[in-house]
């Protein structure tokens, strides 16, 4: 068994490890939606558009429920936290989501052009706003969160959900959404071809070019907004107490991590030059490579996120010493043990069907395949 000190840590990379499988999986699924009418501008061709990922997007789901049920379980603090200030951004992203199962379901039921273009709207919101508002929810994050903690550990939030909607935290919505529509574009011009593939590349050309800008200027702003950094002196291997350290603010706090570790740069690097290589791999129509591109930058983008911000979690602006951080946050040192056995059977038999499945519905979907199965398509 590992020690207590070391499970914090494995745990804030299963974590971010299983962010990253949330993004590029159900990431595409839901790029796809955002696309869904840009790309398709008929009937039959929004119906191959919603085939790409019809066999799959609910099982991509596993990844979004995993990465929730990992964050309630492994560090479950955070959890209540963070779902008691954003709970009306949650509330938001869950109504967003009710429109996918639906929509995939019924949109195609009814052979009437209303009916059908009102749920592709519904599919487009459903694939667009969850990125967007796990974007501005991690924005905040970077300039810390209103909460405080009483004697009891029973927090308050004093901020609202309008506050939420500050220029820094939609920036990285920007990031977070293009980030998505790019991974998106790029498995829907892999999948598609003729016409469709032309106007999936240059969605994701221009979702490129919006990241690269995007997250350039976040990294600038970041540097000027104060970040957090732990004063006290901190045992990795104590039972978790969020009060039992002493936490400052200042400017440039968050790069702290990368004059310690200069190979962290490789992450930022990592997710400009993925974002870049895919647009030019798409337009070389290289898609299956560019779609591993635009999955490295996903990986570098989040990455750089939790590397910036390391090892705070949830930072807290109104009580700084009761920031939610990898060592004062987390459940007990029996829990994150069995949780991590548990992880290393199950996570790879999650990637062995999920790459089976993609292995055996690959292929082209083109508008003759969607008139030949007029009746058991999308």
């Known amino acids: 068994m590992f020690d207590y000190a070391t499970l914090k840590i494995i745990w804030w990379l299963l974590v971010g490890a299983l962010l990253v499988g949330f993004a590029i999986m159900d990431g595409h699924d839901m790029g796809v939606g955002t696309l869904l009418t840009f790309v398709g501008r008929n009937d039959l061709e929004r119906r191959v558009v919603i085939n790409t990922v019809g066999p799959h997007w609910d099982g991509n789901q596993v990844w979004f429920i995993t990465a929730g049920g990992a964050l309630f379980a492994a560090w479950p603090i955070v959890y209540a936290t963070a779902f008691s200030g954003f709970y009306w951004a949650m509330m938001l992203v869950l109504w967003a989501l009710f429109f996918r199962p639906v929509g995939f379901d019924y949109r195609s039921k009814i052979h009437n052009a209303r009916w059908r273009s009102s749920w592709d709207w519904g599919l487009f919101i459903g694939g667009a706003v969850p990125p967007l508002v796990f974007g501005i929810a991690f924005g905040n994050l970077l300039q810390g969160v209103p909460f405080q903690f009483d004697d009891y550990l029973v927090s308050t939030y004093t901020g ?3 506050q939420l909607l500050n220029p820094f935290a ?3 919505g920007i990031v977070s959404s293009a980030m998505i529509t790019l991974q998106g574009g790029t498995y829907l011009s892999h999948r598609t071809e003729g016409i469709l593939q032309q106007r999936a590349i240059k969605g994701a050309v221009t979702a490129a070019i919006v990241l690269v800008l995007a997250f350039v200027a976040a990294g600038i702003w970041l540097q000027g907004i104060d970040g957090y950094r732990i004063t006290s002196v901190i045992d990795a291997g104590a039972l978790p107490d969020p009060l039992g350290k002493t936490v400052v603010r200042e400017a440039g706090a968050w790069m702290l991590n990368y004059g310690k570790q200069p190979l962290l740069w490789l992450l930022p690097a990592m997710a400009l030059a993925g974002a870049t290589l895919a ?13 591993v591109a635009s999955s490295l930058a996903v990986v570098g983008i989040i990455g750089t996120a939790g590397a910036s911000m390391f090892p705070f979690i949830m930072p807290s602006s109104s009580m700084p010493d009761a920031s939610l951080t990898v060592w004062d946050s987390v459940s007990s040192h029996l829990s994150l043990g069995i949780m991590f056995w ?7 038999l999650i990637v062995v069907y999920t790459s089976w499945a993609y292995r055996i519905m690959r292929g082209k979907v083109t508008v003759a395949h969607i008139r030949a199965n007029e009746h058991s398509a999308y």
């Open 279 to 291: 647009a030019g791999l798409l337009l070389a129509r290289h898609t299956l490579s560019a779609f």
């Open 342 to 348: 548990a992880t290393l059977i199950f996570l790879p």
């Open 170 to 172: 939609l920036l990285v």
């Open 160 to 162: 609202s959900f309008w």
